[in-house]
């Protein structure tokens, strides 16, 4: 098989769009796609500092890779959570990038945040493990952004992930996330602006980019998500596009198409108007969610959000 734009050999074939790449038009293609993503949907503005959540996984470690090379301010956040050697690996991986390319990375731990790491959390809360997960990211990433003076929070999901999810939620009709499952997400009430810079592109695609580009990346799922529906979502429309290229791309783009006239704004996606009375965080309600879930942790000690906790640098300066 052959590049359908230079000719030379290809190294990897992209059914929906019906083309074939080598390795450096794939690259330029690549690109071109997150350019046109971060100018539609207004991501950055040049003068942005953005905090990236890194999870030691192929998407965020592109990512990284890729605004860096859009010369783009950009900060790394990795929360270690604590999940035995999926999580030393995670972090160890984390690392390892960063230094070699001298990126500038902040490593805190769940643990230092809540007492318990996230199995622990998952047990002692019975909740499921991935809503554990991502209640505590939304907060410690937010926070972490306005710690440090980011004006966006991005993060690496690509539009497997976000198909998956948009499919989840449909079957299920769960109005409240359809309103808000946008590539970027305006800051309002004390949150950071959100963004998904990869939202055009497919998980092999980003497995292709790390590869011709040498990331070292964590390739097995968290462990703790082994039971989780986006997964069994992922397995359907995987096989829904394989008998039908495209498919996963029509749904996805045309639900973002229609989703405003589907979805107008409402209450219940209105900022978060209260401070949190424990961690001053911005929330819903009197005390917010997070540290509802750390006042479920008893005998685990509780622990202040204004405290300093501790962090790791790759690189000091930051300004």
């Not at 002692?124 to 809503?131: A, E, L, V």
């Not at 990211?137 to 948009?166: I, P, W």
Request: hydrophobic share 35%; with cysteine.
């Amino acid at each position: 098989m052959n590049c359908r734009v230079c000719k030379k050999k290809a190294v990897i074939a992209i059914p929906r769009h019906n083309t074939a790449f080598c390795a450096d038009c794939f690259d330029k293609y690549l690109m071109d796609q997150v350019r046109k993503t971060i100018k539609e949907f207004r991501m950055f503005s040049p003068d942005d500092r953005i905090l990236l959540a890194v999870s030691g996984g192929k998407d965020s470690l592109a990512l990284w890779d890729i605004l860096t090379r859009l010369e783009l301010d950009v900060l790394g956040y990795h929360l270690d959570l604590g999940i035995s050697e999926y999580s030393k690996e995670s972090t160890e991986k984390t690392r390892l990038f960063a230094e070699k390319r001298g990126y500038r990375l902040i490593v805190e731990e769940i643990e230092s945040e809540t007492g318990a790491t996230l199995p622990v959390i998952a047990e002692s809360t019975k909740r499921p493990p991935c809503s554990a997960c991502g209640l505590s990211k939304r907060h410690l990433f937010n926070r972490a952004a306005r710690q440090y003076d980011c004006q966006v929070l991005a993060t690496g999901h690509n539009m497997d992930d976000e198909a998956s999810r948009l499919l989840g939620n449909i079957l299920h009709w769960q109005d409240g996330y359809l309103e808000k499952q946008f590539p970027a997400l305006p800051a309002e009430g004390g949150l950071i602006r959100k963004v998904k810079p990869l939202n055009r592109l497919t998980e092999k695609e980003m497995a292709a980019y790390a590869y011709l580009n040498g990331i070292d990346y964590v390739i097995r799922e968290c462990p703790m998500s082994a039971d989780a529906k986006q997964i069994f979502y992922k397995k359907i429309l995987n096989d829904i596009e394989k008998e039908s290229p495209g498919t996963k791309q029509f749904f996805y783009f045309g639900f973002l198409e229609r989703s405003q006239k589907m979805f107008p704004l409402s209450k219940e996606t209105s900022p978060p108007s209260e401070n949190c009375k424990m961690c001053h965080e911005p929330c819903y309600t009197d005390i917010c969610s997070f540290c509802r879930l750390k006042m479920k942790l008893s005998p685990f000690p509780e622990s202040s959000e204004t405290e300093d906790t501790p962090i790791t640098f790759i690189t000091p300066n930051i300004s």
